[in-house]
């Protein structure tokens, strides 16, 4: 079985948009993708493991592509 969102609190898209999280490694991967439209791949990876964890899953996740 497969669990999904392990945080207790789900994050809103527009959250997720301006970085408002207390995670400050993903915080400046967002605003170097917002600025740059680009990141190092490592950090890619980081980044979009988190918004599956602050999503409610991959469905919802996927949404997300480029916040």
Sequence with gaps: ??????????????????????????KASQFEMVHYGKMHGFMRMYWAKKILEWTRGPEDALKYPYI
Excluded at 1 to 25: C, I, N
């Design 1 to 26: 079985m497969v669990h999904y969102g392990k945080m207790h609190g789900f994050m809103r898209r527009v959250q997720l948009e301006k970085a408002q999280t207390a995670d400050p490694l993903w």
